[in-house]
């Protein structure tokens, strides 16, 4: 049986040749393999759960329907599949081919693979054999997971580094050491990363995705969300409508969003409140619009909420943060982002934005109009997990954007020619739009728990954050249209 070696020298199997052939096409909602070596083969179809029991089984599944399942002991098991997939207990193995899709192992050693195209790569606990293919491919690894070997590091991919520390490439150097053919990266705790078949000289600072420096960041705004303070006059910190709303509230209609924004201080639709503040926590509520306020609100379908700084707070560059607990429900879109303060439309920037059916994405992006005409950079990131409180934000400065998950860089790019101005910060939970219809149209209602927001001032002497209150800005596109 063939193996490889993982990082601390123990021989992992890879699956045998298959000795049986089974297909889900014409099974029930089980399907079972032999003692022997098998291959099960799922259906796009067919919504089945299969069984190889005993030997090397090798599982093909063709969407979200296809399930595999194994007991302890039952040899050497390997998934293969286009989607994005984290390995379920008692599986060894994992081969992922689509592209821009992410691949997750579980508590065993495991050999993760990828494919031609881009995969995130993540062994999870356990020491794993990481391979990706072709492609620029993100390898991902977290404190406490193990000591794993990525066989295939080359040019075009990225390390991705969470609770190690390192915040600066050098700190990454001064932790490498030649190793024969490869570089092994000492992480601490007995932890390490080998690099086969690599020199050090070979590996680049671009490389790394590192740890947030906070040493040269000073807090400017922060709430902790013990109460809520909604603006009501020339008071209070969040606006619960966009500048340009209606009385009775607004919309991103151009987005085709499919919630209606509550104003607060709108009095026909007082009995919707979609905020609610508890033991530190805001959340954000999206549900199904009563059919006597839907007078009130244009007739949309859905209600929600929506929070900004405009009339509070805005800044040009530093670090803006929010720690929140996304919903995973089919077609929300829950947002934290910001816009110029003067009402222009582009620039944007996007610092988290996510679909509720697919908690392992986290999307941002910038957007600019620096060429004439709007143009998008950003990133569709994939992440082991968004489960339960996670922070997302970003470094803004006048030569880079940065983006990062709980304090992990995952994306980074040149900060747009017109960028240079202050902007204030928006979070909400949109319906529609990107994420789709709900599909069982918020039955249940979503909620988005936003633990605090953020913003932080540069230190550095040469790249100071300009920190202003909004009065009176100049309204310059009509961008909402």
Partial sequence: MATVLNAKGVPLYYSGSSVNHFSATNSGPHLYGSVKNDSLWGDSSVNVTMHGGLGDDIYHLYSAINRAAEEPGGGIDTVETWMSYTLPENIENLTVTGNGRYAIGNGLDNIISGASGKQTIDGGLGDDVLKGGGGADVFLFEKGNGSDLILDFSADDNVRLTGYGFSSFAEVQSNMVQSGNNVRLNLGSDEFLIFANTTVDQLKADQFELSLDRSHLSLSFSDDFDTLNLRTGTSGTWDTNFWWGAENGSTLSSNGEKQWYIDHEYAPTSSVDPFDVENGVLTITAARAADDIQPYINGYDYTS?????????????????????????????????????????????????????????????????????????????????????????????????????????????????????????????????????????????????????????????????????????????????
């Fill in 305 to 481: 909420g929506l929070l900004n700084t405009y009339s509070s707070f805005a800044q040009t560059y530093g670090y803006f943060e929010i720690r929140a607990d996304m919903p995973e429900k089919h077609g929300v879109w829950p947002a934290f982002w910001l816009l110029p303060a003067d009402g222009s439309w582009p620039p944007e920037l996007d610092v988290v934005e996510m679909r509720g059916q697919d908690p392992n994405t986290i999307n941002v992006a910038a957007h600019s109009n620096e060429t004439g005409s709007r143009t998008t950079v950003g990133s569709a990131v994939g992440v082991p997990s968004t489960e339960g409180f996670h922070t997302y934000g970003l470094l803004w400065t006048e030569d880079e954007l940065v983006w990062y998950f709980d304090d992990t860089e995952i994306f980074r790019a040149d900060t747009p020619a017109d960028m240079h101005k202050p902007m204030y910060m928006l979070v909400n939970l949109a319906v529609g739009g990107a994420a789709g219809t709900p599909a069982d149209g918020l039955a249940t209602p979503a909620e988005m728990q936003v633990d605090y927001i953020r913003a932080y001032e540069l230190n550095n002497a040469d790249i100071q954050a300009d920190v202003s209150p909004v009065s009176e800005p100049v309204h310059t596109h009509d961008w909402w249209l």
